[in-house]
């Protein structure tokens, strides 16, 4: 990355309460670099430029931070080029974390980026959500996707692979209140509940994020709106 977007992933980070050291930092340096490489060849994202890899694929990962623990068990459902896995990783070192898509060139891409950046316990697969259930049954503290699919979707998919008292979290937009409000029913239908819903805007870009967090019913649970921070 080039200065300006180092210094827009420190602000950004900053502001979600995310404090990068040097290391880190060189990390994510590391990992902006070879995307930017292999996307020369392999279409891996569409967000090419420095500043808006900054922005919209790292700091908009690590708004994640705000509902997952800095240990345990994490699984990413449709990871493409390891957002938020990656970025999750690197912040949180101490996560078991396993990252799954479909498209085979994009996790080899992750599995490259793993051993270039040596991070630790983490393993990157190459399957369909619907594959998972019997591989992964009942091991995940938090399943995240970013965009994946409908958020009923995302739940079925993720629901088998959910530890007890483990957590789903559907990265949204700004639509996430409404498609959450929506897909009530269907969660009662497959034994979940709303547990928190987290409104904010991404840090120096303004754009609206909703964290949607869903429990197994029997947790119960309560529904908030954050306040966006200032810049």
Not at 59 to 67: E, F, I, K, Q, T
Not at 100 to 110: G, H
Not at 187 to 197: H, K, N, P, S, Y
Request: aromatic share 6%; with cysteine.
């Amino acid at each position: 990355m080039n200065a300006g977007a180092r210094n827009l992933l420190l602000r950004g980070a900053e502001q979600l309460g995310v404090l990068l050291d040097p290391h880190q930092l060189g990390l994510f340096d590391r990992f902006a670099a070879e995307l930017t490489k292999w996307n020369r060849k392999i279409n891996l994202t569409a967000i090419k430029g420095d500043e808006e890899i900054a922005l919209k694929h790292l700091v908009d990962s690590l708004a994640c931070c705000r509902v997952i623990g800095a240990r345990g068990r994490l699984l990413d459902l449709g990871s493409g080029g390891g957002f938020p896995v990656i970025p999750l990783k690197i912040v949180r070192p101490h996560l078991d974390a396993v990252s799954v898509d479909a498209v085979e060139k994009k996790v080899i891409f992750q599995r490259h980026v793993a051993r270039l950046l040596g991070l630790r316990g983490f393993e990157a697969v190459h399957a369909r959500g619907e594959e998972l259930a019997g591989r992964y049954a009942g091991r995940f503290d938090w399943i995240v996707s970013r965009a994946f699919a409908d958020i009923p979707t995302f739940v079925r998919m993720a629901l088998p692979c959910l530890a007890p008292g483990g957590r789903i979290v559907a990265m949204k937009g700004r639509e996430g209140r409404g498609e959450s409000e929506a897909a009530r029913p269907a969660l009662a239908d497959l034994g979940v509940t709303l547990a928190e819903i987290q409104e904010f805007e991404l840090p120096l870009t303004g754009d609206g994020r909703s964290l949607v967090v869903v429990v197994r019913s029997l947790e119960g649970g309560k529904t908030r709106t954050m306040p966006p921070k200032a810049p």
